[in-house]
C-alpha cells in the first residue's frame, strides 16, 4: 500500500479567523492530483485529471464501465509507468463501445473538457494585474450574500452555486455541476458587458486547476471558494496572479496566494508579515 | 425570473431512521436534471447535463472560456428552443480553440463522457435481479466502516470515496473525483475477479445518471451514497431494477427505488405498508 504522504504536500497559506481577526495557521495539506495517460493497444485513448493510485484498476474499471473491454480476461497486460502517469493496457476490446465513447460528447455534471488541452497553449502566459484589492471585511459581506438565497440547494441538497461581484453589479447561477454554474455567471457578466477584470468571485465547489484556468481566460482577480483547492489548483493561481482562497466559511479563510489582493485590518497585519518573514 | 419548482421535482420515498427505527418521511424535492445541446454555427458541438436555467448564458460562458469565442461583439444571436434543450448560437468564431475543444481528451475531476452515449444504447434494457437483498442492520454496519480510515479526506477535505462491499471482501477507493473513485473501486473488484452482482455499494458523491449506469454495467444491486441524488438517477434506478439509498447518513437513510431489497426489523415493516399503500 502507498503511503498517504505521497498524494498531499504541505503549502504555506495564511489562515484568517475573520471573527476575532487573527491568523491562525500557516501552512494546510493538500491533495495532488496529476493528469494520468491511458494507452489502449498502443494508441492514447484518455487522460484524466486524478490522484497517482491505483491507476491499473482505475483504467480497467474506465474501460469495462464503457464496455470498452468486456471480461476481465480480455485483457492481455497492463501496465503502469514508473512515474505512474502512464497507464498500457492491452486487451481485446468492443470496437462499436470504443467508437462510441467519444461519438456523442456529454459534459455531466462537475465535467469540463477543452479547458486543459488550452491551457498549456496560451493560457498560462497570463498574469493578472495586482492593483485591484478588497478588503476583508468586504469579502466577509459578500460571502453573508452568497451563502442566502440558496433555496435550490436548501431544498435538494444537490446543487453548486457561483456569485460574481462586479462592483455594484451582482451575478448568480446555480447548477448540478461547478463548471455548469461557474460558466453560467461568467456567460451572465458577459451578455451584460460587464469588465469582469476587477470581480471578486464566489464559488461553492472544489477550486481544481481547470476552475482557476476559466478565471484566469476571464481576468478575475480573485477566486474564493468555501470547498477545499488542489495542488495544481494552487500552482496555477500562483502562475496566473490569482488570489485563491478556499474553506471560507465558519468564520475562517484560507488564503493560498497572492495574499497582498486582500487588505487585512492592521490587528492582523502584524501576523501577516510573520509570514512574510518565513517565506522570504 | 424563472420558478425555482421548475427545476425540481416530489418524488415518493421513504426515509429511515435508522436510530430509532422508524419510518420519519414519504416524499423528497429532487434536483431536476436534463441534457441541453449547443450548437454554433449550425454544428452540435456538444452536450451538457445541467438544470434548464440561464441556457444562453450557460452556452456563451463555456465558449468564451474555453475561447472559441473571445469577444461578446463576436456572437450575432443566440437562441433557446422553447423545450429549453437546444442552444443555437451564431458567431464569429476562433477555430485553432474549436479545434483544441476536443483535442486532448482530458477527464477531469468528477467528468465522465463516454458512459451516457452508451447509456441510450443498451443498457438501459437492463433489470437487474431483485433476490439479493440486505438487512438495514448490515447497512448501517457497512456505512460505519465506510466514515472510518479517510484519513486522505480528513487532511485535505478534498477526496471522494467508493468502497464496495462483495460478501467478505471489501475494496476501497479514494480520488479527487467522484466517477474516478467509482472506476477504482469497480476496477479492483474486477481485477480481484470478484463477483459484483450480489454487492452493495457505497460513495461519498452525487448519484447522477450517470454513476447509476455504471453500476448497472456491473450488476450492482445496491448503490448507497450520503450525499443526494437527481431525478435522472432515481429514474434510470427505477428502471435498471437498481435500490438507490440517498442522504444515507447521521443517522438517517433515504430509500428511492426498489424498497424492497433492504429488509427492515419488524419495527418499521409497518410504515413501509403505509408506503405501499400509498404507492398503489
Do not use: W
Amino acid at each position: 500500500m502507498q503511503d498517504y504522504d505521497d498524494f498531499m504536500i504541505k503549502v504555506p497559506m495564511v489562515k484568517v479567523n475573520t471573527k476575532e481577526l487573527r491568523v491562525v495557521s500557516y501552512e494546510d495539506t493538500i491533495i495532488k492530483e496529476d493528469r494520468v495517460s491511458l494507452y489502449l493497444n498502443g494508441t492514447k485513448i484518455i487522460s484524466t485529471m486524478c490522484i497517482l493510485n491505483d491507476q491499473d484498476a482505475h483504467a480497467v474499471g474506465f474501460l469495462m464501465s464503457e464496455g470498452v473491454i468486456e471480461n476481465i480476461e480480455d485483457i492481455y497486460n497492463i501496465e503502469v509507468s514508473k512515474d505512474g502517469l502512464s497507464v498500457f493496457i492491452n486487451a481485446k476490446i468492443n470496437d462499436e463501445n470504443i467508437a462510441n465513447l467519444f461519438h456523442e460528447k456529454t459534459l455531466t455534471s462537475g465535467c469540463c473538457v477543452g479547458v486543459s488541452a488550452n491551457f498549456e497553449g496560451k493560457i498560462i502566459q497570463k498574469f493578472l494585474s495586482q492593483k485591484v484589492r478588497f478588503h476583508l471585511k468586504e469579502i466577509e459581506q459578500y460571502l453573508l450574500k452568497f451563502q442566502k438565497d440558496t433555496e435550490l440547494f436548501y431544498l435538494t441538497g444537490c446543487v453548486h452555486k457561483a456569485m460574481l461581484f462586479c462592483g455594484n453589479q451582482v451575478f448568480s447561477s446555480e447548477d448540478i455541476g461547478r463548471h455548469n454554474a461557474l460558466d453560467k455567471v461568467i456567460g451572465k457578466a458577459k451578455l451584460a458587458k460587464v469588465d469582469t477584470s476587477t470581480a471578486l468571485l464566489i464559488v461553492s465547489g472544489r477550486l481544481s486547476m481547470e476552475m482557476v484556468i476559466k478565471c484566469a481566460m476571464h481576468d478575475i482577480p480573485i477566486v474564493v471558494s468555501n470547498a477545499a483547492t488542489t495542488a495544481l489548483g494552487i500552482q496555477s493561481a500562483q502562475n496566473l496572479g490569482i488570489t485563491l482562497v478556499g474553506f471560507a466559511k465558519n468564520g475562517y479563510m484560507n488564503i493560498y496566494t497572492h495574499k497582498s489582493r486582500i487588505i487585512l485590518p492592521c490587528d492582523i497585519q502584524n501576523d501577516y508579515e510573520v509570514l512574510s518573514r518565513l517565506e522570504s
